[in-house]
Nanobody
Framework: RLVESGGGLVQPGGSLTLSCVVD????????IGWFRQAPGREREGISC????????IYGDSVKGRFAISRDNAKNTLFLQMTSLKSEDTAVYYC??????????????????????WGKGTQVTVSS
């Protein structure tokens, strides 16, 4: 089970940090990340971490502005968002991808899929 929190209304240029509590990580290979979906638009993978190497992957639209991190002791994934723009307005989801191969790493994993999802948290960027 994944539970997101931290969404809200923020002005353009502002910052916000989202949290996702994970009710138990898989014991084998997996990736975990943040996705978003705005009204009328397709779901977009923002940032993922592949557990094998722990390195972050970022989508081009958020690179340099967003940062993904995790607190393994608290089973929590974070997304720090800065320099927010109106086009960042969306419902933000965290998701797990239970990988079937040990060969995935940040070098070859595409942050575009999850098989276990949270319910999402709304982020609205507006003045």
């Amino acid at each position: 089970r994944l539970v997101e929190s931290g969404g809200g209304l923020v002005q353009p240029g502002g910052s916000l940090t989202l949290s996702c509590v994970v009710d138990g990580y898989p014991s084998d290979y997996y990736a975990i990340g943040w996705f978003r979906q705005a009204p009328g638009r397709e779901r977009e993978g923002i940032s993922c971490i592949v557990n094998r190497d722990g390195k972050a992957i970022y989508g081009d639209s958020v690179k340099g502005r967003f940062a993904i991190s995790r607190d393994n002791a608290k089973n929590t994934l974070f997304l720090q968002m800065t320099s927010l723009k109106s086009e960042d307005t969306a419902v933000y989801y965290c998701a797990l991808d239970h990988l079937t191969s040990p060969d995935f790493s940040s070098d070859n994993y595409h942050c575009d899929y999850g098989d276990t999802w949270g319910k999402g948290t709304q982020v609205t960027v507006s003045s």
